[in-house]
C-alpha cells in the first residue's frame, strides 16, 4: 500500500510540475523588445507616462506595441479590462449597414489590435476575456456618458476623428487609465481637420506633460515593399 501511494504522489508531482511548467511560461513571457530607436522610446513612454500619442505611417508597430501591451497589462492584472475604439471613416460614419450588435459591427475595423492581443494571450484567452467584458470594444456611436476607470485605452487611426469626437473621446478618461493615441496624420480620410492634428497642437503649445512619439519611415519594420511603398506614396505627394 505504501508503494502504490508512493507511486500515485510521483505522478501526481510529475503531472502538477508539467502542469505549472506550462502555464508559468504562457504567464512570463518576454517582455516586448524593441526593433528601432523610436519603438524604445514608445515603449519608455507607455512606461511611465498615463497618455501617450504615436504617430508615423503603417509599419513601424504603432498598433502591435499597443495591443502587445494591452495584452501583457490584462493578463497581468495591472489593469481590470481593455477598451478598444478607434472612427469609422470608411462606411460614411455610419455603422448602420453592417449585421449584428454595433460591437460586432466594428469588430472588423479593430482587428490590426485584437489579432494582436490574441497572438500575445492566446485565441482562446482572448475570446474568454472578451466574453467576460475585461475586453470592450466600444464604437463611437455609444461612446457620449461613458467613463472609463482602471482600464487602457485605446484610440487608433485617430487622424480619422474630428475636433468634437477626439474631445469627446478625452473627456471620457477617468482614475487609474492609461490612453494610447495612435495616427497617421498624413493618412486622414476627412475633409475637415483632423482632430488629432488639434490635439497634437494643443499638446505641444501648451506644453502639455504628454509624450509624443513620432516614428518616419526608416522605423518601418513591416517589409522592405511596406517601406517602398510608403516612400513612393510620400515622395510624390500622395
Known amino acids: 500500500m505504501k508503494r502504490r501511494r508512493a507511486r500515485l504522489e510521483l505522478v501526481e508531482d510529475r503531472t502538477s510540475r508539467l502542469h505549472r511548467t506550462r502555464f508559468d511560461e504562457e504567464r512570463h513571457l518576454s517582455p516586448i523588445q524593441p526593433l528601432t530607436e523610436r519603438q524604445a522610446e514608445y515603449l519608455d513612454a507607455l512606461g511611465r507616462s498615463p497618455q501617450v500619442i504615436v504617430l508615423g505611417p503603417a509599419g513601424t508597430g504603432k498598433t502591435y506595441i499597443a495591443g502587445t501591451r494591452a495584452a501583457d497589462q490584462l493578463r497581468q492584472r495591472r489593469i ?40 500575445r494571450m492566446g485565441a482562446g484567452a482572448f475570446e474568454i476575456a472578451l466574453k467576460a467584458g475585461d475586453i470592450e470594444i466600444v464604437p463611437f456611436e455609444v461612446m457620449r456618458g461613458r467613463t472609463f476607470k482602471d482600464c487602457l485605452v485605446i484610440l487608433d487611426e485617430a487622424q480619422n476623428t474630428t475636433t468634437n469626437e477626439i474631445k469627446m473621446f478625452l473627456t471620457r478618461i477617468g482614475d487609474d487609465c492609461q490612453v494610447i493615441i495612435n495616427g497617421d496624420v498624413s493618412q486622414t480620410d476627412l475633409r475637415e481637420t483632423s482632430g488629432l492634428r488639434t490635439v497634437i497642437h494643443l499638446v505641444k503649445s501648451r506644453m502639455m506633460p504628454i509624450p509624443v512619439v513620432e516614428f518616419t519611415r526608416a522605423d518601418i519594420v513591416r517589409s522592405g515593399i511596406c517601406a517602398e511603398w510608403v516612400a513612393a506614396f510620400e515622395e510624390t505627394n500622395l
Do not use: D
Not at 455610419?94 to 450588435?101: N, R, V
Not at 460591437?103 to 472588423?108: T, V
Open 80 to 119: 481590470s479590462k481593455v477598451v478598444i475604439t478607434r472612427p469609422n471613416v470608411p462606411a460614411g460614419r455610419s455603422l448602420g449597414f453592417f449585421p449584428g450588435s454595433l460591437e460586432e459591427k466594428i469588430a472588423p475595423w479593430v482587428a490590426p489590435l485584437t489579432e494582436a492581443m490574441k497572438e
